[in-house]
C-alpha cells in the first residue's frame, strides 16, 4: 500500500485540540483512497543523520511565526527523506478522489496558485533523494536575499525557500490541488483548507462538512 506522510509536532494544548480533529479527518480522507496514512513528528527527523547541522541551520532563518511551527515545517522534508521519500501532505489537505500511486518525478509539487503560478508545498511526491536535495537547498538558501518583509520582521520559510528555486530543476509542479474556496475547488481531488482560505469561517468545520468524503 503508499503511503502518504504528514508532520504534526506538539505546539501548545489548544493547537494540539484541534490538530488532533483534522489529523484524524485527514486520515480518513486519505485512507478511504487506498492510501497509508503516516504521522510523523520530530523523532522521525532526528533519526536522519544529518539532523543536528539541518536543525542548527534552520534555528538562524527569521519567523514571524511561532518557532516549532516554523521548524515543523523545514523538519518535516528531513523526516521524509529519512523514510526513503514517498508522498507528504500537510494535514489540511481533503483527499477527495487521488487513489493511492507512486511517484512520478524526483520532487513534484502538486499545488501552484492560478494568479501568480507559485508553488504551495501543500502535497509533494518524490524519491529519497528529491527530498534530500529539498533539505540541502533549505539549507543553502541564500536567507538575506529572499523572504518576505511582513509587519517590519524579516521572514523565511520552506515555501518561500522552494519559490526562489523554481526556475532551478530542483522539483517540478502541477496543478492537482484547490484552495477552499478557489475555483473548482468543488470538483477538485484535493483540497487545501489553509489559514488563508479559510479565515472567514470555522476552519475544522469548514475541512470536515464543506464536501463529503
Same mark, same amino acid.
Given at each position: 500500500?503508499?503511503?502518504?506522510?504528514?508532520?504534526?509536532?506538539?505546539?501548545? %494544548?489548544?493547537?494540539?485540540? @484541534?490538530?488532533?480533529?483534522?489529523?484524524?479527518?485527514?486520515?480518513r480522507?486519505?485512507?478511504?483512497?487506498?492510501?497509508?496514512?503516516?504521522?510523523?513528528?520530530?523523532?522521525?527527523?532526528?533519526?536522519?543523520?544529518?539532523?543536528?547541522?539541518?536543525?542548527?541551520?534552520? $534555528?538562524?532563518?527569521? =519567523?514571524?511565526?511561532?518557532?516549532?511551527?516554523?521548524? !515543523?515545517?523545514?523538519?518535516?522534508w $528531513?523526516?521524509?527523506?529519512?523514510?526513503?521519500?514517498?508522498?507528504?501532505? %500537510?494535514?489540511?489537505?481533503?483527499?477527495y478522489?487521488?487513489?493511492?500511486?507512486?511517484? @512520478? !518525478?524526483?520532487m513534484?509539487?502538486?499545488?501552484?496558485?492560478p %494568479?501568480?503560478?507559485?508553488?504551495?508545498?501543500s502535497?509533494?511526491?518524490?524519491?529519497?533523494?528529491?527530498?534530500?536535495?529539498?533539505?540541502?537547498?533549505?539549507?543553502? !538558501?541564500?536567507?538575506?536575499?529572499?523572504?518576505?518583509?511582513?509587519?517590519?520582521?524579516?521572514?523565511?520559510?520552506?515555501?518561500?525557500? $522552494?519559490?526562489?528555486? !523554481?526556475? &532551478?530543476?530542483?522539483?517540478?509542479? =502541477?496543478?492537482?490541488?484547490?484552495?477552499?474556496?478557489?475555483?473548482?475547488?468543488?470538483?477538485?481531488? $484535493?483540497?487545501?483548507?489553509?489559514?488563508?482560505?479559510?479565515v472567514? &469561517?470555522?476552519?475544522?468545520?469548514?475541512?470536515? &462538512?464543506?464536501?463529503?468524503?
Open positions: 500500500m503508499n503511503t502518504i506522510y504528514t508532520y504534526y509536532d506538539y505546539v501548545t %494544548d489548544d493547537h494540539k485540540a @484541534t490538530a488532533s480533529v483534522m489529523l484524524e479527518h485527514w486520515r480522507s486519505w485512507s478511504a483512497q487506498g492510501w497509508n496514512p503516516v504521522i510523523l513528528n520530530k523523532n522521525h527527523a532526528k533519526s536522519h543523520p544529518l539532523y543536528e547541522s539541518f536543525f542548527n541551520r534552520i $534555528l538562524e532563518y527569521p =519567523t514571524i511565526n511561532p518557532p516549532e511551527y516554523e521548524q !515543523a515545517c523545514y523538519l518535516r $528531513l523526516a521524509v527523506a529519512e523514510q526513503g521519500g514517498g508522498f507528504m501532505s %500537510d494535514y489540511d489537505v481533503v483527499n478522489s487521488w487513489r493511492a500511486r507512486e511517484p @512520478t !518525478a524526483k513534484l509539487l502538486y499545488e501552484v496558485h %494568479d501568480d503560478e507559485l508553488i504551495t508545498p502535497v509533494v511526491g518524490g524519491t529519497e533523494s528529491g527530498f534530500q536535495n529539498v533539505c540541502a537547498a533549505i539549507c543553502a !538558501a541564500p536567507i538575506q536575499n529572499l523572504g518576505q518583509i511582513l509587519n517590519d520582521q524579516h521572514h523565511v520559510s520552506d515555501m518561500l525557500i $522552494l519559490q526562489h528555486y !523554481a526556475a &532551478t530543476g530542483l522539483y517540478a509542479a =502541477t496543478r492537482t490541488v484547490r484552495q477552499y474556496g478557489e475555483d473548482g475547488w468543488e470538483h477538485a481531488p $484535493l483540497v487545501h483548507y489553509s489559514h488563508g482560505s479559510t472567514m &469561517t470555522d476552519r475544522v468545520n469548514c475541512m470536515k &462538512t464543506a464536501r463529503s468524503l
